[in-house]
């Protein structure tokens, strides 16, 4: 009996070990999705896509947290100051009030009067250019995270007017969502990205960690004119916040769509970018635009002064002599090809 045990027990061994050598193949799933692209590939033994309930994921979350899709949650708590929120918009209301705080007020999801008033919204103001000074204060006096309130799964504001906008942290949550479903299919191997905003688990086709290209204008550099670093991206999150792909100029002054909901101006500082690497894209999403508006100095500082949140940063901008430098944290290591 203990020899048929024995036996058994090594032909099952056998049948695992087959099970984990069976060669995995490349699976690619591309779209459209939120206002952006989406790029999906991962591990798997077989080719069997996943496109369709990737889709469905986006559609559910859409319903959640789109400016664009009418009947959303979010501008169902535009319109009358509350909401029941589901677990999508729960989470990322969450993680923003929590990045508010980690930040005094620097990251703000009640931005949204201020991204509307300066163009950057659903819908475009009467004027075009930088608004009128009384017009920003009295945007600015709807701007504040200490005016909403969570209790569960409900949302409410204190203050009647105050509207909320999570384009600056949706996406990453996006990402990460995607990366559990993929788990949850048993892939262990995975890249997504979503509009630039990406996650890694395990490695590539070839055994290696995934490697992220990221737009760095060259050091000393005097044009925008992009070449490619690489970083190798293992089981983390990556997001970039810039200045080269939405925004206007108006004078000598470049301003981007990052607003400042502590001051109500949009940003025009030197920097052309920063990019952030942590734990995940839901929380590396989360402060690259706070980052971007610290500054290379005050940013550094604060991804120093914070080893929790476990940050790292690359910081591109333009020197007073107009050449492009870079600044970055310690532990943001990349591979200039």
């Known amino acids: 009996m203990k020899m048929i045990l024995l036996l058994l027990m090594s032909v099952c061994a056998m049948a695992a070990v087959q099970a984990q050598e069976q060669p995995l193949k490349l699976v690619a799933c591309e779209g459209k999705a939120q206002g952006t692209y989406y790029i999906v590939k991962y591990l798997a033994p077989d080719t069997a896509s996943l496109q369709g309930r990737i889709d469905s994921i986006f559609a559910v979350i859409d319903h959640s947290l789109s400016l664009y899709k009418p009947g959303s949650l979010i501008n169902q708590f535009n319109a009358s100051g509350e909401v029941k929120m589901d677990e999508h918009m729960r989470n990322v209301v969450e993680k923003a009030i929590y990045t508010s705080k980690a930040t005094n007020g620097i990251f703000d999801i009640t931005v949204k009067p201020l991204v509307y008033l300066w163009g950057f919204g659903v819908s475009k103001p009467s004027f075009r250019g930088v608004p009128p000074a009384d017009s920003i204060k009295k945007a600015l006096s709807y701007v504040g995270y200490r005016y909403l309130s969570v209790k569960g799964d409900h949302l409410t504001t204190i203050k009647k007017g105050v509207q909320i906008d999570c384009n600056g942290i949706a996406q990453g949550y996006t990402v990460d969502v995607l990366g559990r479903f993929l ?113 290379v100095e005050k940013g550094l500082k604060f991804i120093a002064q914070h080893p929790a949140y476990g940050l790292e940063a690359l910081y591109i901008y333009k020197a007073a002599d107009g050449s492009i430098k870079e600044a970055r944290s310690p532990g943001f290591l990349y591979l200039s090809i």
């Open 183 to 295: 788990e949850q299919q048993g892939i262990q191997n995975y890249l997504v990205d979503v509009g630039g905003e990406l996650c890694a688990k395990g490695v590539n086709q070839q055994g290696k960690n995934w490697r992220i290209g990221i737009e760095r204008p060259a050091p000393g550099d005097t044009t925008y004119e992009p070449i490619q670093a690489m970083v190798e991206l293992k089981n983390k999150g990556i997001a970039t916040s810039g200045n080269y792909r939405r925004f206007f100029d108006q004078g000598r002054t470049r301003f981007a769509h990052t607003i400042d909901p502590v001051t109500g101006i949009a940003l025009h500082n030197q920097i052309i970018s920063v990019t952030v690497i942590a734990k995940d894209c839901f929380t590396a999403d989360a402060f690259d635009n706070p980052l971007i508006l610290m500054g």
